[in-house]
């Protein structure tokens, strides 16, 4: 697994952050049965950084908490079966190490810091929700519908929880 995190603000995470990143990460991969090893992206930015790409790419000119930019369309939620085409093969995996590319998230640093406060946890178990959340995204997950959205955040808390990670 490659995760690839980057930051465009100057304010630095801590070590154990990032490790609790990676965690979920895996622990998400593992849970959904994803059959590959995969890359993802992280990148770290402020408010005005996430609204000029929410702008750009969902037309709100407004900041939010996370953005997820999936390599990969599912039918159905982590069914990684679209998988096995040759254009699927071409597409969706990196040529150099073979890894599934699963896609962006884009975390305001600036959003963390204030959802933490407001939630009353910590930064670090903020990150990790924002993460979880995105990576049910970059699987094909998503909370339109209330089924859905409901699914969708029984898969986070149960990850989050099992890991140790919880508001308190």
Do not use: W
Request: hydrophobic letters at 35%.
């Amino acid at each position: 697994m490659t995760v690839l995190m980057e930051q465009d603000v100057d304010s630095e995470l801590p070590e154990q952050y990032r490790e609790d990143m990676e965690t979920v990460i895996r622990e998400i991969l593992q849970t959904e049965m994803c059959p590959y090893e995969c890359e993802v992206n992280i990148t770290f930015t402020d408010d005005e950084g996430i609204r000029e790409i929410n702008r750009e790419f969902r037309e709100l000119n407004v900041p939010t908490d996370v953005l997820s930019f999936p390599m990969t369309d599912y039918e159905n939620p982590a069914d990684f079966s679209c998988l096995e085409t040759d254009e699927a093969k071409i597409s969706c995996f990196n040529p150099e190490t073979g890894e599934l590319l699963l896609g962006d998230i884009i975390i305001s640093l600036d959003r963390v810091q204030e959802q933490a406060r407001e939630y009353c946890h910590s930064e670090q178990r903020e990150i990790c929700f924002l993460v979880a959340h995105s990576m049910l995204h970059l699987l094909g997950y998503d909370h339109i519908e209330d089924e859905e959205r409901l699914r969708m955040e029984k898969k986070q808390s149960d990850i989050l929880e099992s890991l140790g990670i919880t508001r308190n």
